[in-house]
Nanobody, 118 residues
Framework: VQLVESGGGLVQAGGSLRLSCAAS????????MGWYRQAPGKQRELVATITSGGGSTNYADSVKGRFTISRDNAKNTMYLQMNSLKPEDTAVYYC????????????WGQGTQVTVSS
């Protein structure tokens, strides 16, 4: 499975961005997808996850009410709508896929930079 993120950029505090993650390859094996982020000098942290059917989502407390995760299985694409952005949201955002095909494996995208200016 290959994952390619897009949609990052520079935005002012209070603004919005939408990230996309396009999956290719053996996408039929994807169980759960998620967004993670890593700020300079900090560990990578969970932002949000969504199950394969999109029926169950999970968010970090820091983004609840501001971010929305979704996926379009027909397009093999996952999204992260980010509203009311704060400077502390500045990080590299990574797409993640949990895949089960004979064995369970985890895949990462290359990341996309999000910078929120105050």
């Amino acid at each position: 499975v290959q994952l390619v993120e897009s949609g990052g950029g520079l935005v002012q505090a209070g603004g919005s961005l939408r990230l996309s993650c396009a999956a290719s390859g053996s996408t039929f094996g994807i169980i759960t997808m998620g967004w993670y982020r890593q700020a300079p000098g900090k560990q990578r942290e969970l932002v949000a996850t969504i199950t394969s059917g999109g029926g169950s989502t999970n968010y970090a407390d820091s983004v609840k009410g501001r971010f929305t995760i979704s996926r379009d299985n027909a397009k093999n694409t996952m999204y992260l709508q980010m509203n009311s952005l704060k400077p502390e949201d500045t990080a590299v955002y990574y797409c993640n896929a949990d895949v089960m095909i004979v064995i369970r494996r985890n895949y990462w995208g290359q990341g996309t930079q999000v910078t929120v200016s105050s």
